[in-house]
């Protein structure tokens, strides 16, 4: 499954996590309906967990419903990035859905390496709609501290 490159793919997963907190504050639930169009900036994200399985760090994620071959990993730039998408069932004539809460269409999920993790290393694999993916030796690599910037106030002239 190929993706084609956008350059602000990691700005539009953060403002699509943005809006699901947002939504969820001013309703108090997640809506899980569906919008029949679905771009980077709306994709439902997969839950991980990340740990630290001796020197390896190992994410899990929960896809299921998805073929291993519709699945797309890929690291650009010390970047992690899941992505396919999950078909959803047609409705039998005549059926009237009450409740629907299963997220169906693209999925996206993308999550920064520690600095000096080797791209060519990284494993995975697939078992009961759970992907595994085992980055060997990076659990002890940290990144450089981030840099904090001051924001000057304008003054009006």
């Known amino acids: 499954m190929a993706t ?3 350059p602000l793919r990691g700005f539009l997963d953060l403002m699509s996590e943005m809006e699901r907190v947002r939504n969820l504050g001013r309703h108090g639930y997640e809506s899980h309906q569906e919008q029949a ?12 967990d990340v740990v630290a399985s001796g020197e390896d760090l190992v994410i899990s994620l929960e896809i299921p419903g998805v073929r291993p071959e519709d699945i797309d990993l890929s690291v650009s730039e010390g970047v992690l990035t899941v992505s ?3 078909p ?5 004539e005549g059926d009237v859905p009450y ?3 299963r997220y169906l269409g693209s999925f996206r999920r ?3 390496l520690p600095e000096g993790a080797d791209a060519s290393q990284i494993r995975a694999d697939f078992d009961h709609g759970v992907v595994t993916i085992t980055v060997p030796d990076a659990a002890h690599l940290t990144g450089p501290a981030p840099q904090r910037i ?3 106030e304008r003054t009006q002239s």
Request: zero cysteines.
């Open 99 to 101: 409740v629907r809460e």
């Open 37 to 48: 169009v679905r771009t980077h900036a709306t994709a439902w994200v997969p839950t991980a």
């Open 4 to 6: 084609s490159h956008h």
């Open 110 to 112: 993308a999550m920064v």
């Open 88 to 92: 959803g069932a047609e409705d039998a």
């Open 84 to 86: 396919g998408e999950r």
């Open 150 to 152: 001051e924001i000057t």
